[in-house]
T-cell receptor
Framework: EAGVAQSPRYKIIEKRQSVAFWCNPI?????LYWYQQILGQGPKLLIQFQNNGVVDDSQLPKDRFSAERLKGVDSTLKIQPAKLEDSAVYLC?????????????FGPGTRLTVL | EDQVTQSPEALRLQEGESSSLNCSYT??????LFWYRQDPGKGPEFLFT???AGEEKEKERLKATLTKKESFLHITAPKPEDSATYLCAVLPRGSQGNLIFGKGTKLSVKP
């Protein structure tokens, strides 16, 4: 079974530029998560989708971050404009049934550097 | 506020030297506690889920245990390939899936 796919793996941009990340979850998984992991920290949830709908976006900085999950499969996370403090690894995860205790499986992440 | 604290931050072991990693948590009701392994440049890899105090799970050289306030990840006779950062996360009651992670313990096993 293929795992969670993410692209690009690395991205370097200047502050105030925009950037987008893509995630393809495990086939058939209903729930998709985007986490931010700053160096030396554990991942922090940004947004959670259940199929097409948003379940939790309470920690998403909505003035600059946006995310969508069209057709309940792939998802994109966008940052516009980027700030220096957005430098981090952005992890996508998925789980199968939509039950909160379901195991979350993570992709390899996208490492973003903002200069 | 829901919180997870892992200790030690870093641990160096000789191959074969058994030890334990600690995960202390403060949550308003626990629905589940998760252990993940993270290698450099990779995403977290799922190891275990524990749901209630007294529960234990094992996988190869790893054994996870849970009490009402903390969890331990015991590593028996570790090998160099066990070197990684081990992350603990809790799912609070009422959460839809927002895992609260600790900062992790970086384990190095020398041959």
């Amino acid at each position: 079974e293929a795992g969670v796919a993410q692209s690009p793996r690395y991205k370097i941009i200047e502050k105030r530029q925009s950037v987008a990340f893509w995630c393809n979850p495990i086939s058939g998984h209903a729930t998709l998560y985007w986490y931010q992991q700053i160096l030396g920290q554990g991942p922090k949830l940004l947004i959670q989708f259940q199929n097409n709908g948003v379940v939790d976006d309470s920690q998403l900085p909505k003035d600059r971050f946006s995310a969508e999950r069209l057709k309940g499969v792939d998802s994109t996370l966008k940052i516009q404009p980027a700030k220096l403090e957005d430098s981090a690894v952005y992890l996508c995860a998925s789980s199968s049934q939509g039950v909160s205790t379901d195991t979350q499986y993570f992709g390899p992440g996208t490492r973003l550097t903002v200069l | 506020e829901d919180q997870v604290t892992q200790s030690p931050e870093a641990l160096r072991l000789q191959e074969g030297e058994s030890s334990s990693l600690n995960c202390s948590y403060t949550v308003s009701g626990l629905r589940g506690l998760f252990w993940y392994r993270q290698d450099p440049g990779k995403g977290p890899e799922f190891l275990f889920t524990l749901y209630s105090a007294g529960e234990e799970k094992e996988k190869e050289r790893l054994k996870a245990t849970l009490t009402k306030k903390e969890s331990f990840l015991h590593i028996t006779a570790p090998k160099p390939e066990d070197s990684a950062t081990y992350l603990c996360a809790v799912l609070p009651r009422g959460s839809q899936g927002n895992l609260i992670f600790g900062k992790g313990t970086k384990l190095s096993v020398k041959p």
